[in-house]
């Protein structure tokens, strides 16, 4: 019996990021883009008669796929539109294999001008970071800085290439948790950043670790009273104090258990994180946050 091989399925760059928002910034695209570009790379681009256009094709190996090959065909305007596009790549990158979108990376391929990159596990650390630079009075955005969630340490390698000496050879940053800091290590090395890299290393080159994560270093920072206060503001102490009593929580720490009703909900690691940098006092910022900031 005949099988009729089912064609790859396509998706439109347009579509994914904003048909209206890239065509003000892809004047003259004409795009196919496979559904995976983990492991896009551009080819060299050749000039066409217009000495304003370019051409450039990419290829693109599936990570858990079938292995093969998909090409890419793009024609944009100048260089700073493919630059663009390579950065939008990025996003579908990240949304790949089941891993979330990344927003800091649809900013990224819609402005033209971003000098800096911090790279993050999570959209809470985001939020964080974001937070912690309105309360210094930074507007990242103003200062071409952008905070990329990469969706999970394991992506880290792949962020580094795109945005890294190899690639963009943008400005880079990173903040993780002590259990991903052997991924972000690795990632650095193998993107020629560094050998043998310790943890000294890592925060020369601007890269720093949470003594546990996120949660931990804002709770100690605060203080249980006052990460209280601001459950107690959101109107959520009654639900954490039905949490504390569950018997899983009867042996953790305070710390711990309000670390762990941050994660019980969908977005409310998110909300917290921006919530608890809010109420942060400026002298007691936590290192890693105050110090991967200060590097940008």
């Known amino acids: 019996m005949r099988t009729t091989r089912r064609p790859r399925q396509r998706f439109d760059p347009l579509q994914q990021l904003g048909e209206a928002r890239i065509r003000s910034t892809l004047p003259h695209e004409s795009c196919v883009l496979a559904r995976s570009l983990v492991g896009c790379s551009w080819w060299s681009p050749t000039r066409q008669a217009a000495p304003s256009r370019w051409t450039a094709r990419a290829a693109i190996h599936e990570p858990g796929g079938s292995g093969g090959q998909v090409a890419v065909g793009c024609e944009a305007g100048h260089m700073d539109d493919k630059r663009r596009f390579h950065l939008a790549a990025v996003e579908r990158a990240a949304g790949s294999s089941g ?4 927003p800091g990376a649809r900013a990224l391929a819609v402005g033209s001008n971003v000098r800096s990159v911090v790279l993050v596990e999570g959209s809470s650390d985001q939020a964080a970071l974001e937070a912690l630079a309105r309360r210094h009075g930074r507007d990242l955005d103003a200062e071409d800085v952008a905070v990329v969630p990469i969706g999970g340490a394991q992506a880290i390698g792949s962020f580094l290439v795109r945005f890294g000496p190899r690639g963009l050879d943008l400005r880079l940053a990173g903040l993780c948790d002590a259990g991903e800091e052997g991924d972000f290590r690795r990632g650095l090395e193998r993107a020629g950043l ?103």
């Open 194 to 296: 560094g050998s043998n890299l310790t943890r000294a290393g890592m925060e020369s080159l601007g890269f720093y670790v949470c003594l546990v994560d996120l949660e931990d270093e804002l709770i100690r920072s605060l203080g249980t009273a006052s990460v209280e206060q601001v459950v107690d503001a959101q109107r959520e102490l009654g639900s954490f104090r039905i949490f504390q009593k569950q018997p899983a929580q009867q042996d953790r720490t305070h710390e711990a258990q309000l670390r762990r009703f941050m994660g019980t909900r969908s977005g409310r690691k998110i909300h917290y994180a921006r919530l608890l940098v809010e109420a942060l006092d400026l002298t007691k910022v936590p290192r890693p946050l105050d110090r991967v900031l200060a590097h940008v």
């Open 99 to 102: 891993a979330p979108r990344v």
